[in-house]
């Protein structure tokens, strides 16, 4: 039997225990798999997901660790559980990627300490970039706190307007006219706080 054959041998065992609600196994996976991701997913992705900044990985490598224990029972042993967990962290990190590129194009900065410099990047355009990130957050900011929540839950964690609809007791076709009305009240803020539009939503106004 080879290494790898091991190795995939005793993580099943892990899993099977884990499933039989051995807490000390559980342990044991999570650490297994924090230690693998943390090496192999973050190199491998790093050339592939530039625009993922480390906190971003430590994210989906948490949210892999959590996906991954929370469907052990899907497991099928073809391969080692780590090699499992990694296709799972890789496919979340190349969505986050993915939306984080959109952010970036649209200048779409909800905070306005993320980093900005890149080499070789013109003084000036970093300079309207740095506004820009001032501005989005300030819109984002005076959204009321639904909105902003909407904007979280779908943009930044991948839900659904079906899982929203069913943790807020309202019909899914609700969740999204108010979805797509937080988006407008966004783009309106936006406009506000960069172009001094004379626009605010509606919580500026309630606080005149």
Same mark, same amino acid.
């Given at each position: ?5 091991? /190795? !995939?041998?005793?993580?099943? #065992?892990?899993? !099977? ?29 790093? $050339? !592939?997901?530039?625009?993922?900044? &480390? ?11 959590? $996906?991954?224990? /929370? ?12 090699? &499992? ?6 496919? *979340? ?5 993915? $939306? ?9 900065? *909800? ?13 000036? /355009? ?11 957050? $300030? ?23 079906? #899982? ?16 797509? *009305?937080?988006? !407008? ?11 001094? /539009? ?11």
């Amino acid at each position: 039997m080879s290494r790898n054959d091991k /190795e !995939q041998a005793r993580q099943y #065992q892990l899993v !099977q225990r884990c499933l039989h609600g051995d807490g000390a196994a559980r342990d044991e996976l999570f650490l297994v798999l924090y230690r693998y991701l943390h090496d192999k997913l973050a190199f491998s992705l790093k $050339k !592939q997901c530039t625009w993922l900044s &480390w906190s971003d990985m430590e994210d989906i490598i948490s949210l892999t660790i959590t $996906k991954c224990l /929370e469907d052990l029972a899907l497991f099928e042993n073809r391969s080692c559980l780590t090699t &499992w967990a990694f296709q799972y962290g890789f496919n *979340f990190a190349r969505n986050a990627n993915r $939306k984080n590129h959109t952010y970036y194009r649209h200048h779409l900065y *909800f905070d306005p300490q993320r980093h900005v410099d890149r080499a070789g990047a013109d003084p000036l /355009e970093l300079y309207i970039q740095k506004e820009r990130n001032e501005a989005v957050y $300030k819109a984002f900011e005076n959204l009321c706190a639904l909105h902003r929540q909407l904007l979280i839950w779908v943009l930044f964690q991948n839900r659904s307007f079906f #899982q929203i609809a069913q943790a807020l007791h309202h019909p899914p076709d609700h969740i999204r006219q108010l979805y797509l *009305f937080a988006c !407008q009240s966004m783009r309106r803020n936006f406009r506000c706080f960069y172009y001094h /539009e004379p626009y605010v939503s509606a919580r500026l106004k309630n606080a005149d």
